[in-house]
């Protein structure tokens, strides 16, 4: 299956939540995991070579994808293939819309929008919502409020959620703004930053396994 961690905006948290939720499944399925950076500025990848230096096993590996190494897009199959496998294959993308992605944006079988309260990020994920739309992408939509502040009113959160509840499934629970999530290594999650990701993802995936009817 294919996991896609993307929106039209860069600073939502997609890299944040990509990491935590791939150590995160890692750990509670059985299922083999794979990372697959597409994001130009290649932070995911980055993070889990550097962290080739902890005296703990790696978790997963991570590829990159870009002018080079282009591997899982080369061909049509191979991506096919990524969403027919049992594995877990999760996509960290940038900020950006761009035609390259549209082969894995149509084809992935979930693709979670991290979104925050404001106007430039209801904008921005509007535009996304439109794109996917475009490109007819049969990929179930998940939103996760990303980075919520537990004080804050925030004025526009109903018309957004309304909204943005047309178009797919909106996680019950946020990932509030902790310090914890704000470094995360590839290879553990801290009891803290497992503590503060595990509603929304317990969502996540109770939501995943109804819908491909399996067991992560
Ligand atoms: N829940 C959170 N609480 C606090 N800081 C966060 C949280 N999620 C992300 N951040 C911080 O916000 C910034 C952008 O996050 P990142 O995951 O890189 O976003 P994106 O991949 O969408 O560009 C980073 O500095 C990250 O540490
Ligand atoms: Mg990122």
Not at 73 to 88: A, N, P, Q, V
Not at 139 to 158: M, P, T
Not at 190 to 198: F, G
């Amino acid at each position: 299956m294919i996991i896609t961690f993307a929106t039209q905006k860069g600073g939502t948290g997609k890299t944040t939540l990509a990491i935590a939720f791939a150590n995160y499944i890692s750990v509670n399925s059985k299922r083999k995991v794979n990372v697959f950076d597409f994001d130009f500025q290649k932070s995911f990848y980055h993070k889990w070579k550097e962290d080739e230096l902890l005296d703990i096993p790696k978790l997963y590996d991570v590829e990159i994808i870009d002018e080079e190494n282009e591997q899982p897009f080369s061909d049509f199959e191979t991506l096919i293939e990524l969403k027919e496998s049992e594995e877990i294959n999760i996509f960290d993308l940038a900020g950006t819309l761009d035609v390259k992605y549209s082969d894995l944006l149509i084809y992935s079988d979930f693709i979670v929008i991290p979104f925050e309260y404001s106007n430039v990020s209801a904008k921005s994920t509007l535009v996304f919502i439109n794109f996917l739309g475009l490109l007819e992408s049969q990929a179930e939509r998940i939103f996760i409020r990303s980075k919520y502040d537990k004080g804050y009113k925030y004025l526009n959160q109903d018309g957004m959620d309304t909204e943005i509840s047309r178009y797919g499934i909106l996680l019950k629970s946020p990932v509030f703004k902790r310090n914890c999530l704000q470094i995360l290594d590839t290879r553990k999650l801290t009891y803290e930053q497992k503590y503060a990701v595990k509603s929304p993802f317990a969502e996540l995936i109770d939501h995943i396994n109804k819908c491909l009817e399996i067991t992560l």
